[in-house]
């Protein structure tokens, strides 16, 4: 099987420019835990504006929209509220303990074998992104090549 590696610079369509650019600046916000943080300084305060306006039910309406996975038969739905309510009883179970593992390997290692059953890992800001960027340099780092390296015990 072939593989196909993309960089940054790749633009498939020429008229996708202007997208690819915008693109890259929402991807470098979200690699800066500051801006990170100022975006959710500032959905909190969004929060409690439509808390206290006429926009509380359509935002009520959408916090319980249903939200459906499938694979083959295997099928599950449930609420954005109840998502985010499953993910609370998980930190609050934790009594607000946290474990840093800044190598990347390490920490999805880390959770591989404390997830418990029932428990469901999310490996989330990567995305399509096959590097890491290490003050300013890009590495090669693929999260499916870390998981089978874990599950091989490399």
């Not at 109840?82 to 190598?103: F, Q, R, S």
Request: aromatic share 8%; charged share 25%; hydrophobic share 40%.
């Amino acid at each position: 099987m072939t593989q196909h590696h993309h960089h940054e610079s790749d633009i498939f369509i020429k008229e996708a420019e202007g997208h690819q650019r915008r693109y890259h600046k929402i991807v470098e916000l979200t690699h800066s835990t500051t801006k990170a943080a100022g975006v959710m300084l500032l959905g909190a305060i969004i929060a409690l504006i439509v808390a206290n306006t006429a926009f509380h039910e359509p935002f009520y309406e959408f916090w319980h929209t249903e939200v459906s996975l499938g694979f083959g038969t295997a099928h599950a739905e449930m609420s954005l509220a109840h998502i985010i309510n499953d993910i609370l009883i998980g930190v609050h179970k934790a009594d607000g303990e946290y474990v840093t593992i800044p190598d990347r390997k390490e920490a999805i290692k880390y959770c591989m074998e404390h997830a418990g059953a029932g428990d469901i890992v999310i490996l989330a800001g990567k995305g399509h992104e096959d590097y890491q960027e290490i003050k300013g340099v890009k590495h090669h780092m693929d999260e499916r090549d870390l998981i089978q390296e874990i599950i091989e015990g490399r």
